[in-house]
């Protein structure tokens, strides 16, 4: 009889590398060719490209192996994009029906003649006059 082994960690990103995964790898190789650059291409001494570059390389350690919630802060950064970018209040009004925006594009008001009385006009205001 053959045996099947069944995948049970379909939600666990592979390991390409050192124990980092090809997201963290990627971050990286960009983290150190910026941090390359920060050494060897500004027109200042050599003691402030070394901390740029020192400064660079932090961040990009941060970025790589900081988790918070077992997400990465990619994630993270979306999520508050998409917060930013939501309204902050909810206005709640009740729908209307496509008759009901007919009737108020048209201009349409109803008039209602009771037996006893003046006819009176009802309109969009809700209220009459008598």
Same mark, same amino acid.
């Given at each position: 009889?053959?045996?099947?082994?069944? =995948?049970?960690?379909?939600?666990? &990103? +592979?390991? /390409? @590398?050192?124990? $980092?995964?090809?997201?963290? !790898?990627?971050? *990286? #190789?960009?983290?150190?060719?910026?941090?390359?650059?920060?050494?060897?291409?500004?027109?200042?001494?050599?003691?402030?490209?070394?901390?740029?570059?020192?400064?660079?390389?932090?961040?990009?350690?941060?970025?790589?192996?900081?988790? =918070?919630?077992?997400?990465?802060? &990619? +994630?993270? /950064? @979306?999520?508050? $994009?998409?917060?930013?970018? !939501?309204?902050? *209040? #909810?206005?709640?009004?009740?729908?209307?029906?496509?008759?009901?925006?007919?009737?108020?594009?048209?201009?349409?008001?109803?008039?209602?003649?009771?037996?006893?009385?003046?006819?009176?006009?009802?309109?969009?205001?809700?209220?009459?006059?008598?």
């Amino acid at each position: 009889m053959d045996r099947h082994e069944i =995948p049970t960690h379909l939600n666990v &990103e +592979d390991k /390409a @590398f050192a124990g $980092l995964t090809m997201r963290q !790898l990627m971050t *990286v #190789a960009v983290g150190l060719a910026l941090a390359y650059g920060a050494a060897s291409e500004p027109p200042v001494p050599v003691s402030v490209r070394l901390v740029i570059a020192g400064v660079v390389l932090a961040g990009t350690a941060v970025l790589t192996l900081w988790r =918070p919630g077992g997400r990465p802060l &990619e +994630d993270w /950064a @979306f999520v508050l $994009l998409r917060y930013w970018s !939501l309204p902050r *209040v #909810a206005i709640w009004r009740p729908r209307r029906t496509n008759e009901e925006e007919r009737e108020l594009q048209s201009g349409d008001r109803y008039e209602v003649i009771l037996p006893e009385m003046e006819a009176r006009q009802v309109g969009g205001d809700g209220g009459s006059d008598g």
